[in-house]
C-alpha cells in the first residue's frame, strides 16, 4: 500500500471512529495493519500489537514503529503513563517453549527481563494501575511482583488442572479479573473469575460459552468481553446486568480485543485461512444492535 493511500485510509478512519459521516459509515470496521494482540495506549494515541515483534502504530497518521527486538514476542500491555510496554516472549534463540516476560521503553530503549523463564509458562502479563506492580499468569495460577520482578507473590489458589490468563486490574487498582477453564478445555467451562489484589476474595463472577477475553471498563463497574466469534458484551460486575454494546462486523475468527480509553471503539485481531492476521477497529454502538 502506498503511503498516499495509507494516509487516506486513516483519514477516513479517525473521522468514523469521531462519530462523522453517518451511522451506517460508523459502523463498519477499518482495517489497520497486520498483526494480533491490540492494546490502546492509555491516552488512545497509539496502539501495540505483537507481529512477531511488539510494534506501536500512531493513529493519528499510520507510522509504525518495532520497540523490541526479541522475536516471537506476544501479549503487550502498556504501563499506567503509556512510557512503557511489558510483554511476554519465548525463550530467544532456543527451542524451549517457556516464556519470558520483559520491559521496555515505548521508544525501544531499556529492554530488560522482569521474570526469567520457568519450568512453566509465563503469560499474559500487565501493569498495575500505579504502575509498581505486574501481574502474570504461570500456568495454573496468577502471580504478581514488583515491577522490577522482584518479590512474586501467588496471588491465586486455582484448582488443579486449571488454565488461567489475566484480564488485568481495574481500574482503581482494587480488583483483578482473569478468566480460567479446567481440562478437558472445552467452550463450555470458560469462567470468568474475580479477586481482591490483595490475593482475598477469590470468586467466579461469570460463568458463559465461548469467552474469549474480557477487558475493565473505566469506571471499574463492568466488564467488556467478548463472547463466540463476533459479539461483545458489557457486564456489570454488582448485578451482573448485561447488553451488547458491540456486534464485530466479519466472517473471519476473531482474536483479541481491547477496548479504547474513551469506550467509543474496540480493536481486535481478524484471521483467516492462508492470510495474516489483521488488526481492525470498530466504533461500539450507543445501542444493542
Known amino acids: 500500500m502506498s503511503r498516499e493511500r495509507m494516509r487516506i485510509v486513516f483519514v477516513i478512519f479517525i473521522l468514523c471512529a469521531l462519530g462523522l459521516g453517518g451511522n451506517r459509515v460508523r459502523r463498519v470496521p477499518k482495517e489497520l495493519c497486520e498483526g494480533t494482540k491490540p492494546t490502546f495506549s492509555p491516552d488512545g494515541k497509539y496502539l501495540a500489537f505483537e507481529n512477531d515483534y511488539i510494534f506501536t502504530i500512531d493513529l493519528a497518521n499510520g507510522e509504525q514503529r518495532r520497540v523490541s527486538d526479541v522475536d516471537r514476542s506476544d501479549w503487550p500491555s502498556w504501563s499506567p503513563d503509556g512510557r512503557k510496554l511489558i510483554f511476554q516472549s519465548l525463550c530467544p534463540h532456543t527451542k524451549q517453549t517457556s516464556c519470558i516476560i520483559w520491559i521496555v ?40 511482583a514488583d515491577s522490577s520482578g522482584k518479590n512474586p507473590h501467588l496471588l491465586t489458589h486455582l484448582p488443579k488442572n486449571s488454565y488461567v490468563w489475566a484480564c488485568g486490574w481495574s481500574h482503581d487498582g482494587k480488583t483483578i479479573a482473569f478468566i480460567t477453564l479446567q481440562q478437558p478445555y472445552t467452550s463450555d467451562e470458560y469462567k470468568i473469575g474475580l479477586i481482591d489484589s490483595n490475593g482475598q476474595n477469590q470468586r467466579i463472577f461469570l460463568e458463559k460459552k465461548e469467552i474469549q477475553q474480557a477487558r475493565w471498563s473505566r469506571d471499574g463497574a463492568s466488564l467488556y468481553i467478548l463472547c463466540g466469534l463476533n459479539k461483545i458484551i458489557k457486564v456489570d460486575i454488582k448485578s451482573s446486568q448485561e447488553r451488547t454494546v458491540c456486534f464485530l462486523k466479519t466472517d473471519a475468527d476473531v482474536g483479541e480485543f481491547d477496548v479504547a480509553p474513551d469506550e467509543k471503539s474496540v480493536a481486535f485481531e481478524l484471521s483467516e485461512p492462508e492470510s495474516e492476521s489483521k488488526i481492525v477497529i470498530q466504533p461500539i454502538s450507543s445501542d444493542s444492535e
Open 105 to 144: 521503553n515505548r521508544d525501544g530503549s531499556d529492554l530488560h527481563q522482569v521474570v526469567p523463564p520457568s519450568n512453566t509458562s509465563n503469560h499474559t502479563p500487565c501493569f498495575s494501575p500505579d504502575g509498581r506492580s505486574i501481574l502474570w499468569s504461570r500456568e495454573e495460577q496468577l502471580w504478581t
